[in-house]
């Protein structure tokens, strides 16, 4: 098991930002890194993934450009920084890991294995 855990959601009007922040208890070379969202009555949607050896990213098309996640070497956690957000943003967020040495690039559930237990994000307009 490995356990994540999110911090820094919070309320926010319409255009404000907020900074989330995963912590995880090992992080290794050939992780991937990413943060996934529910909003109530939707499923869970891959937001934004980091790759811990060449720090490639990708984002969904509905945040990118707004969103930016990154690691904070001094921190040792990944970050997601999320700005000019919208009462669609509101959501539970969770940070999530693969199994490490996958290789993973992409945003579905299935390709990430140990999750944390989410932090909300309320956007209000």
């Known amino acids: 098991q490995v356990p994540l855990v999110e911090s820094g959601g919070g309320s926010v009007q319409a255009g404000g930002s907020l900074r989330l922040s995963c912590s995880a208890s090992?992080?290794?070379?050939?992780?991937?890194m990413a943060w996934f969202r529910q909003a109530p009555g939707k499923e869970r949607e891959g937001v934004a993934r980091?790759?811990?050896?060449?720090?490639?990213?990708a984002y969904a098309d509905s945040v990118k450009g707004r969103f930016t996640i990154f690691r904070d070497n001094s921190r040792n956690t990944v970050e997601l920084q999320m700005n000019s957000l919208k009462p669609g943003d509101t959501a539970m967020y969770y940070c999530?890991?693969?199994?490490?040495?996958?290789?993973?690039?992409?945003?579905?559930?299935?390709?990430?294995?140990?999750w944390g237990q989410g932090t909300q994000v309320t956007v209000s307009s």
């Open positions: 999530a890991r693969d199994t490490c040495g996958s290789a993973v690039s992409g945003l579905a559930e299935y390709e990430y294995m140990y």
């Open positions: 090992v992080y290794t070379y050939g992780c991937t």
């Open positions: 980091f790759r811990m050896d060449n720090e490639g990213t």
